[in-house]
């Protein structure tokens, strides 16, 4: 039996409800994935050059991890090849492209489209076919006054390497920006 008397107050769960302030602050959440509809938002990219469906992890400044999952029905795989269809290489580096502006469109004071300067060292390992899930990591290296810079990019199927190299781009100025500024 429980002794209740004026020198043991009796405590509920809704104790600990009553003593929390009326008014919290609200905490901020760290996004750290995007749908389809959410990239729309942030690139300008459309159908059908918009080459990255999710991204699954994102470090704000640092990094992002994006998905293109590949199927048959794209347009390139009507000429590229016929009978053996293949994802374009270009596109591949377009996608880890699109993947790194998720990361650029985000950092504060950089306005415009971000477009490529450049692309160095890189590399294909194997090919990309309907079917599969393209896993495009890309890594903010370095940028400078908010209007050049260097990415890392890497793109794996079932944790083999398919692609990587390194991606320059430059903000110019545009008249519209998927913001509407």
């Known amino acids: 039996m429980i002794d209740v008397t004026a020198s043991s107050p ?11 302030p009326a008014a919290a602050e609200p905490v901020a959440v760290l996004k750290t994935s995007y749908s389809s509809e959410e990239i729309y938002a942030l690139l300008p990219h459309r159908y059908p050059f918009a080459l990255v469906d999710r991204v699954i992890d994102y470090v704000p400044g640092k990094r992002a991890v994006g998905i293109k999952n590949v199927t048959f029905n794209e347009p390139h795989f009507q000429g590229h090849f016929p009978g053996h269809p293949i994802m374009p290489g270009v596109l591949i580096v377009e996608a880890m492209a699109q993947v790194g502006g998720i990361v650029l469109m985000q950092i504060p004071g950089v306005e415009g489209l971000c477009v490529f300067a450049g692309i160095d060292k890189v590399r294909f390992r194997r090919p990309v076919v309907p079917g599969d899930q393209l896993v ?19 793109a794996e199927v079932d944790g083999q390497l398919v692609c990587e190299g390194e991606l320059m781009f430059s903000v110019v100025e545009s008249a519209t920006t998927p913001q509407g500024k």
């Open 10 to 20: 009796v405590t509920t769960a809704l104790d600990c409800v009553e003593a929390a």
């Open 136 to 154: 495009m990591t890309v890594e903010l290296l370095a940028i400078k006054r908010l209007r050049f810079g260097k990415m890392h990019g890497r």
